[in-house]
């Protein structure tokens, strides 16, 4: 149906930045909405940053003013521009998208994931 391919994740130091990107393929109709989601060993899978198709932005409260999402509709594809990275934003993040994938039926998928690691 729907495939996301992310990229972008690495090893940075403290303080640094990173950019990830995640570009959709398949069936798609209508992006509903796409974000980020991130996971650190030991701790649930937490909401980062989500866009929707009328370009409204959510983001977690530990990530405001240093993370910036944003959509290139006409690619289907999400960045995430992370700046000041702290050691706690360690985590595997994952892409998200809820997409209509005919006129009638939508669903969700997740990306396979991309590790980030900050170093102190």
């Known amino acids: 149906q729907v495939q996301l391919a992310e990229s972008g994740g690495g090893l940075v130091q403290a303080g640094g930045s990173l950019t990830l990107s995640c570009v959709a393929s398949?069936?798609?109709?209508?992006?509903?909405?796409m974000g980020w989601y991130r996971q650190a060993p030991g701790k649930q899978r937490e909401l980062v940053a989500s866009?929707?198709?009328?370009?409204?932005?959510d983001y977690a409260d530990s990530v405001k003013g240093r993370f910036t999402i944003s959509r290139d509709n006409g690619q289907n594809t999400v960045y995430l521009q992370m700046n000041s990275l702290k050691p706690e934003d360690t985590a595997i993040y994952y892409c998200?998208?809820?997409?209509?994938?005919?006129?009638?039926?939508?669903?969700?998928?997740w990306g396979q994931g991309t590790q980030v690691t900050v170093s102190s």
């Open positions: 998200n998208t809820r997409t209509y994938y005919s006129t009638t039926s939508w669903n969700e998928f």
């Open positions: 398949g069936s798609i109709f209508r992006i509903i909405v």
């Open positions: 866009i929707n198709s009328g370009h409204s932005i």
